[in-house]
């Protein structure tokens, strides 16, 4: 059985940083993209970042790129998205998603997703 287990989460100011992590189970990690998708109040679900475990490449958004960074530790079968210098526009319900060949973006692409991990910047 495929399992994505995401926490990390919270509340934080302005400014401030926190991890989330991703932890996989029930599939070959190596061959398979772990995205990071987001979604607000009364809005759609956002591609911020995603990473190709088997040759690390990785894509961020556009409101993301310089804040946030995401890796792999493939002994742990666990995706990291740190995330720094935060602003209340990042307030959200993460998720991570896996698939073999998404279109990094594209929730639409990704078969299999966690139960999601709340965000809260406050200003």
């Known amino acids: 059985e495929v399992q994505l287990v995401e926490s990390g989460g919270g509340l934080v100011q302005a400014g401030g940083s926190l991890r989330l992590s991703c932890t996989v189970s029930?599939?070959?990690?190596?061959?398979?993209?772990i995205g990071w998708f987001r979604q607000a109040p009364g809005k759609g679900r956002e591609g911020v970042s995603c990473?190709?475990?088997?040759?690390?490449?990785?894509y961020y958004g556009e409101s993301v790129k310089g804040r946030f960074t995401i890796s792999s530790d493939k002994a742990k079968n666990t995706v990291y998205l740190q995330m720094n210098s935060l602003k209340p526009e990042d307030t959200a319900v993460y998720y991570c998603?896996?698939?073999?060949?998404?279109?990094?973006?594209?929730?639409?692409?990704?078969?299999?997703w966690g139960q999601g991990t709340q965000v809260t910047v406050s200003s």
């Open positions: 990473i190709s475990i088997s040759d690390g490449s990785a």
């Open positions: 029930g599939f070959n990690f190596d061959d398979y993209s």
């Open positions: 998603a896996a698939d073999r060949y998404p279109a990094w973006s594209d929730p639409a692409d990704f078969g299999s």
